[in-house]
C-alpha cells in the first residue's frame, strides 16, 4: 500500500459504518418526529387555523429546552434513559437515542421556518375552495416548503455527523471513537488526520448532494 497504516484498514471501515448509521438511524428518527412537531407549530400559532397559544407556548417552550441543552451534557443526562430503551450505554445504538433527541427539535425549528414561509394567499385560496386541513398541510404547504425542508434536514444531518464524533469521547463507537482512542489517546497523528479527512468528504457528500436536490426541487 501507499500507506503505511498504524492501525488496520478494518478498523477505520467499521467505524465509518458505525457512524453512517448512528447518523442514518437518528436522521430518519428526527425527520418524522420533526416533521409534525414543526406542522403542530405552525397551525397552533398565532394566525393558524388550529389557533391554540397555550399549547404552541408549551411545545416551543419543549423544543427550545431541548435545542439550548449542548449535546455533550444531553449525552450524560439521558444516561438513564438511553439504558432503558437500548439496554446499554455505550455503543452504535446507545448513541442513537441521545442523537435523535437531540436532532428532533432542531431539525423541527428548521422545518417549522420552511412552513412558515409558505405564501399565506395559497392558504387562504385553499380554505376558500373549502380544502380539509389535512389536505392544506399535505398539498400546500408540504411541496411549497419541501425544498427549505430538504436543506433544512441536509444542515441536520451534517449537525449529527459532528455529534456523533464528539458521542466517540464515551464510548459510543463510529469515527469519534476510533479518534480519541487510537488518535488522542496513543498520540497517533495519523489516525487524527485521516479520520479528520473522512469527516470532512462526509460532510462534503451530504451537503453537495442535499443542496442539490433542494435546487432541483425548487426549479421543477
Not at 393558524?48 to 450524560?76: C, D, H, K
Not at 496513543?186 to 488526520?193: C, K, S
Request: include cysteine.
Amino acid at each position: 500500500m501507499f500507506l503505511n497504516l498504524s492501525i488496520p484498514l478494518e478498523r477505520y471501515t467499521q467505524a465509518f459504518l458505525d457512524t453512517l448509521t448512528m447518523v442514518g438511524i437518528s436522521g430518519a428518527i428526527a425527520f418524522f418526529a420533526g416533521i409534525p412537531l414543526a406542522v403542530l407549530l405552525i397551525v397552533t400559532a398565532s394566525g393558524g387555523f388550529l389557533e391554540s397559544p397555550r399549547i404552541n407556548r408549551v411545545v416551543g417552550s419543549v423544543v427550545n429546552g431541548f435545542r439550548a441543552t449542548p449535546f455533550i451534557v444531553m449525552l450524560v443526562a439521558l444516561i438513564p434513559f438511553t439504558r432503558l430503551v437500548a439496554g446499554t450505554t455505550i455503543g452504535v445504538w446507545a448513541a442513537v437515542v441521545p442523537l435523535a433527541i437531540s436532532a428532533t427539535p432542531f431539525f423541527a425549528r428548521i422545518a417549522e421556518v420552511s412552513l412558515r414561509e409558505v405564501d399565506p394567499g395559497l392558504i387562504e385560496a385553499a380554505q376558500a375552495m373549502g380544502c380539509k386541513k389535512w389536505h392544506i398541510i399535505r398539498h400546500v404547504y408540504f411541496p411549497e416548503a419541501l425544498p427549505g425542508i430538504i436543506g433544512g434536514f441536509t444542515i441536520t444531518l451534517v449537525a449529527l455527523i459532528s455529534s456523533s464524533a464528539m458521542a466517540g469521547a464515551v464510548g459510543a463507537g463510529g469515527l469519534g471513537d476510533l479518534a480519541i482512542r487510537y488518535g488522542y489517546q496513543r498520540f497517533d497523528t495519523q489516525v487524527m488526520l485521516i479520520v479528520i479527512a473522512v469527516l470532512i468528504a462526509l460532510v462534503t457528500v451530504v451537503q453537495t448532494s442535499g443542496d442539490r436536490y433542494a435546487r432541483w426541487l425548487r426549479n421543477r
